[in-house]
């Protein structure tokens, strides 16, 4: 057999995991019975979700991580090993959103954009690696955007970062293979969670406006975190010898109104 199966215990590591869909990540595979090793900076919300993880018989821990300090990158790798295993799976997916016109948006805050989403997702790759190459074995899956593929005005610092996750993937592919070790990425669409949620009205009213003016506002549904969760949980399971590099995941848009109408009185019909 040229691939040994995916080990029964297979430790993962979630970056991001205080909120969103970092959160939704680590409780899902924590119910599939993967040990989950919860990392972000607000490590009072780790410790919950940890605590909701084991009262459910789940297997948890919270650990600090500051993916923008490459000594915190590595010391959070390092904890979650120690107190799970080696890690055979990471998800990085830690971030902010901080939107601007690009003319108006200072180097300082497009620098920040790109070293919390592209330096802090490659620094928890270099910690992580190594090990899983010297194993033969282990998925690193990097949370992306669809804003790689179709750009969004008002976030000229994001979609710079995730299309160079989108190249950074890309590259690593072609570099592990052979090694056993996996790399993908899953890229959401608009996705409801915290990030966004603290802009003020006027911004947020401008920003729609012109994703709807340049035609990138096709309907108002949302995603939920436990969509991506799930791609997340497809490519990580995916047997040994196969590779889902990619998955896309889109709002579906709303059946008009008049339509469920329609399709529940001819339910009722068929049910009398």
Known sequence: MAYIPHPERRPVLVAGASSGIGAATAEYLAARKYPIALAARRVDRLQELADKITAAGGEAVAVPLDVTDPASVVDCVAKSEAALGPLEIVVAGAGDLAVGLSYETSPEEF??????????????????????????????????????????????????????????????????????????????????????????????????????????????????????????????????????????????????????????????????
């Not at 790689?148 to 950074?168: F, M």
């Not at 570099?175 to 790399?183: D, H, S, W």
């Not at 949620?197 to 003016?213: F, S, Y």
């Not at 896309?248 to 019909?269: L, W």
Request: a neutral charge; proline letters at 5%; hydrophobic letters at 40%.
């Open 111 to 272: 620098t920040d954009q790109i070293n919390i989403h592209l330096n802090g997702a490659y620094r928890i790759f270099r910690a992580a690696i190594p090990g899983m190459i010297d194993r033969t074995r282990g998925d690193f899956v990097f949370i992306g955007s669809d804003v790689a593929i179709r750009p969004r005005p008002w976030s000229s610092a994001y979609v710079a970062a995730k299309a160079g996750i989108d190249g950074l993937v890309a590259t690593i592919q072609l570099e592990l293979e052979g090694t056993g070790v996996r790399a993908g990425v899953v890229r959401p669409g608009q996705t409801l969670t915290g990030m966004g949620m603290n802009l003020d009205p006027a911004t947020t009213e401008n920003m729609l406006n012109d994703w709807i003016r340049h035609g990138l506002a096709r309907h108002g549904n949302f995603l939920s975190p436990e969509h991506i969760a799930q791609a997340v949980s497809a490519m990580v399971e995916m047997p040994r010898g196969a590779h889902m590099r990619s998955v896309e995941v889109e709002a579906e848009g709303a059946i008009p109104r008049a339509k469920r109408e329609q399709q529940s009185a001819d339910s009722k019909g068929t049910d009398s």
